[in-house]
C-alpha cells in the first residue's frame, strides 16, 4: 500500500463495478478508506479493495433520493468519520432515439446523473468547509465535447455536471474545496465490452492519439490526482481522459 491518501475518508456514487470499481480499488491501495454509495451489490468491489491492501465498504443508496443520501453521510461518518473526497461516478447510460425518449427516461437520467452529484456534493459540503479542505470530482463524460447519436438524454446529464462543477468551484474556494470534472473517454469497462461492438472501439481509437482503449485503471489515477493535495490549485476544471480524442 502507498501513502498518497493515507489517513483520508472517500465518499463514491457508483462502484459496484466498472471505473468506480477501479477508483476504489485505487484509492483504497493509496490508503483511503472507501465508502461506496451503490443500488448494487458491492460485495466484488469490496473484495478487490482488501486484495489491494485497503479498505472500502458498500452501502445501498438510490442517490436521487436526498433521504437516502443524507442517511448514507450519516452512516459514512459514524462508520470512518468526516469524508472529504466525494466523488460522483454513478450514471444511467443507454441510448436512444431523442423522439423515443420518455419523460420517465429523461427524467430518471438527470435524476442519476445530475441530482446524485448534487445530493452528494450538498451532503459532504458541511464537514469540508469544517475542516477547510475537501475534493469534489464529478464523473462527466468526452461526449459532451464529442457528441454521438441518440444519446441526447446523457449528454444533457453530463453538461449539467460541467455548469455544477463551476458555480460550486467558485463558491467554495474559499474553503480549500476544490470542484472539477472527469471526462472518461470510451473506457473498456464490462459493461461496455459487453454492450460497444468492438468496431466502435476501434472507430473511436482512430481519432484518439494514444493508440490503446481506454481502461478504468486509467479514469482512476487521473481521480487520485484530482483529489491529492497535489491538486489543491486546480479548480472548476474538466481533466479530459481519451487517449486525445477530443479536446476541451
Ligand atoms: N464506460 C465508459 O466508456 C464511460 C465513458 C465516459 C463516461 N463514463 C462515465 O463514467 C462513470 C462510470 O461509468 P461505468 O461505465 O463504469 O458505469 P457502470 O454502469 O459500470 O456503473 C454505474 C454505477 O452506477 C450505479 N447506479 C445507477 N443508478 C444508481 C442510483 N440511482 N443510485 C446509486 N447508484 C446507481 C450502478 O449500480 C452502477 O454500479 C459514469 O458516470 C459514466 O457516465 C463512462
Given at each position: 500500500m502507498s501513502a498518497r491518501h493515507a489517513g483520508k475518508i472517500v465518499a463514491i456514487t457508483g462502484?459496484?463495478?466498472?471505473i468506480g470499481q477501479a477508483i476504489v480499488c485505487r484509492l483504497a491501495h493509496e490508503g483511503a478508506r472507501v465508502a461506496i454509495a451503490d443500488i448494487a451489490d458491492c460485495a466484488e468491489t469490496i473484495e478487490l479493495a482488501r486484495q489491494a491492501g485497503g479498505e472500502a465498504s458498500g452501502f445501498k443508496v438510490d442517490i436521487g433520493s436526498w433521504e437516502q443520501m443524507r442517511g448514507f453521510a450519516d452512516q459514512v461518518r459514524a462508520r470512518?468519520?468526516?469524508?472529504l473526497i466525494a466523488v460522483h461516478c454513478a450514471a444511467l447510460q443507454f441510448m436512444s432515439a431523442f423522439e423515443e425518449l420518455s419523460t420517465e427516461q429523461w427524467r430518471a437520467t438527470h435524476e442519476v446523473n445530475v441530482l446524485g452529484g448534487f445530493h452528494l456534493a450538498k451532503a459532504f459540503l458541511p464537514a469540508m468547509k469544517l475542516e477547510r479542505w475537501g475534493r469534489i470530482v464529478m464523473v462527466a463524460s468526452s461526449s459532451f465535447f464529442a457528441p454521438p447519436p441518440r444519446m441526447t438524454h446523457y449528454i444533457s446529464s453530463k453538461g449539467a455536471l460541467y455548469g455544477l462543477v463551476r458555480g460550486l468551484a467558485a463558491e467554495v474556494g474559499e474553503f480549500g474545496i476544490t470542484v472539477n470534472a472527469l471526462a472518461p473517454g470510451l473506457t473498456r469497462t464490462r459493461n461496455a465490452i459487453a454492450g460497444v461492438p468492438p468496431a466502435h472501439f476501434a472507430a473511436v481509437m482512430k481519432h484518439q492519439s494514444i493508440k490503446r482503449s481506454g481502461e478504468p485503471e486509467d479514469q482512476a489515477a487521473a481521480i487520485s490526482f484530482m483529489v491529492s493535495?497535489?491538486?489543491?490549485?486546480?479548480?472548476g476544471q474538466t481533466m479530459l481522459v481519451d487517449g486525445g480524442e477530443g479536446h476541451v
Amino acid at each position: 500500500m502507498s501513502a498518497r491518501h493515507a489517513g483520508k475518508i472517500v465518499a463514491i456514487t457508483g462502484a459496484a463495478g466498472g471505473i468506480g470499481q477501479a477508483i476504489v480499488c485505487r484509492l483504497a491501495h493509496e490508503g483511503a478508506r472507501v465508502a461506496i454509495a451503490d443500488i448494487a451489490d458491492c460485495a466484488e468491489t469490496i473484495e478487490l479493495a482488501r486484495q489491494a491492501g485497503g479498505e472500502a465498504s458498500g452501502f445501498k443508496v438510490d442517490i436521487g433520493s436526498w433521504e437516502q443520501m443524507r442517511g448514507f453521510a450519516d452512516q459514512v461518518r459514524a462508520r470512518y468519520g468526516a469524508a472529504l473526497i466525494a466523488v460522483h461516478c454513478a450514471a444511467l447510460q443507454f441510448m436512444s432515439a431523442f423522439e423515443e425518449l420518455s419523460t420517465e427516461q429523461w427524467r430518471a437520467t438527470h435524476e442519476v446523473n445530475v441530482l446524485g452529484g448534487f445530493h452528494l456534493a450538498k451532503a459532504f459540503l458541511p464537514a469540508m468547509k469544517l475542516e477547510r479542505w475537501g475534493r469534489i470530482v464529478m464523473v462527466a463524460s468526452s461526449s459532451f465535447f464529442a457528441p454521438p447519436p441518440r444519446m441526447t438524454h446523457y449528454i444533457s446529464s453530463k453538461g449539467a455536471l460541467y455548469g455544477l462543477v463551476r458555480g460550486l468551484a467558485a463558491e467554495v474556494g474559499e474553503f480549500g474545496i476544490t470542484v472539477n470534472a472527469l471526462a472518461p473517454g470510451l473506457t473498456r469497462t464490462r459493461n461496455a465490452i459487453a454492450g460497444v461492438p468492438p468496431a466502435h472501439f476501434a472507430a473511436v481509437m482512430k481519432h484518439q492519439s494514444i493508440k490503446r482503449s481506454g481502461e478504468p485503471e486509467d479514469q482512476a489515477a487521473a481521480i487520485s490526482f484530482m483529489v491529492s493535495d497535489d491538486a489543491g490549485f486546480m479548480s472548476g476544471q474538466t481533466m479530459l481522459v481519451d487517449g486525445g480524442e477530443g479536446h476541451v
